[in-house]
T-cell receptor, first 112, second 115 residues
Framework: GDSVTQMEGPVTLSEEACLTI???????????LFWYVQYPGEGLQLLLK?????DKGSNKGFEATYRKETTSFHLEKGSVQVSDSAVYFC???????????FGSGTKLNVKP | DARVTQTPRHKVTEMGQEVTMRCQPI?????VFWYRQTMMQGLELLAY????????DSGMPKDRFSAEMPDATLATLKIQPSEPRDSAVYFC?????????????FGEGSWLTVV
C-alpha cells in the first residue's frame, strides 16, 4: 500500500544553518505530496504541496520538489530561524483522495 | 478566514465516562478525517467520511469508539466508556478534491486526558 517514510529526528541546527529533511514515498498512480508543520500545542498546518512530478512547492523560505524518479519530496531551507523549531510531517494523498498518509514526523530544534 | 473548529479544546474525564468530541469542517469541504496523536504512536487515522458517509473506520476500536456526521457541518467522535489509554490529542481535518490537488486542513485538536 501507499506509505511515506521520513528521516528520524530530532534534528538540531544552529540559526542560519541549511536544513534538509528527507522524505520518500511509495504509491501507485500519481499522488499529491505535502509538508505540514506542527508547533507546540497546535494542530498541523499546511506548509507546502506539490501535485505532479517536477512541481516545486514553496512557502516561508521552505521548498520541496516532487521527484518521481527517486520517489522523494525532501524539505529544504537555506537559512533556518529559531522560530522554525517545530515538528515537520511529510504526507501523501492518493490520486482518488481516498487516504491521506503521514510520515512519523521530524522534530527540528534551532538554537540561537 | 475559514478553519476547522473543534470542541472541546481540553477535556479531563474519569475512566468509564463518555466523551464526545465535535468538529465543524470548513464550509464546502466534503471529506472529514479523524486522527489521534500520541507520543508513542504518532498520528493514527481513526476514521474518515466522504459526503457524510463513513468510508473507512478500520483504525478505530469498534467496541468503544464511534464516529458520525449527523449533518454536513458537524462530525462527532464518541468514546464510551473512556479508558486511560485513550488519553491523546484528537484532530479533525477536512478537505476537498480539487484541481489544485487534494488538501486537508486541521483543527487545533481536542486534548483528552482520562484519569
Amino acid at each position: 500500500g501507499d506509505s511515506v517514510t521520513q528521516m528520524e529526528g530530532p534534528v538540531t541546527l544552529s540559526e542560519e544553518a541549511c536544513l534538509t529533511i528527507n522524505c520518500t514515498y511509495t504509491a501507485t498512480g500519481y499522488p499529491s505530496l505535502f509538508w505540514y508543520v506542527q508547533y507546540p500545542g497546535e494542530g498541523l498546518q499546511l506548509l507546502l504541496k506539490a501535485t505532479k512530478a517536477d512541481d516545486k512547492g514553496s512557502n516561508k523560505g521552505f521548498e520541496a520538489t516532487y521527484r518521481k524518479e527517486t520517489t522523494s519530496f525532501h524539505l529544504e531551507k537555506g537559512s533556518v530561524q529559531v522560530s522554525d523549531s517545530a515538528v515537520y510531517f511529510c504526507a501523501l494523498s492518493d490520486a482518488g483522495f481516498n487516504k491521506f498518509y503521514f510520515g512519523s514526523g521530524t522534530k527540528l530544534n534551532v538554537k540561537p | 478566514d475559514a478553519r476547522v473548529t473543534q470542541t472541546p479544546r481540553h477535556k479531563v474525564t474519569e475512566m468509564g465516562q463518555e466523551v464526545t468530541m465535535r468538529c465543524q469542517p470548513i464550509l464546502g469541504h466534503n471529506t472529514v478525517f479523524w486522527y489521534r496523536q500520541t507520543m508513542m504512536q504518532g498520528l493514527e487515522l481513526l476514521a474518515y467520511f466522504r459526503n457524510r458517509a463513513p468510508l473507512d473506520d478500520s483504525g478505530m476500536p469498534k467496541d468503544r469508539f464511534s464516529a458520525e456526521m449527523p449533518d454536513a457541518t458537524l462530525a462527532t467522535l464518541k468514546i464510551q466508556p473512556s479508558e486511560p489509554r485513550d488519553s491523546a490529542v484528537y484532530f479533525c481535518a477536512s478537505g476537498f478534491q480539487g484541481a489544485s490537488g487534494n488538501t486537508i486542513y486541521f483543527g487545533e485538536g481536542s486534548w483528552l486526558t482520562v484519569v
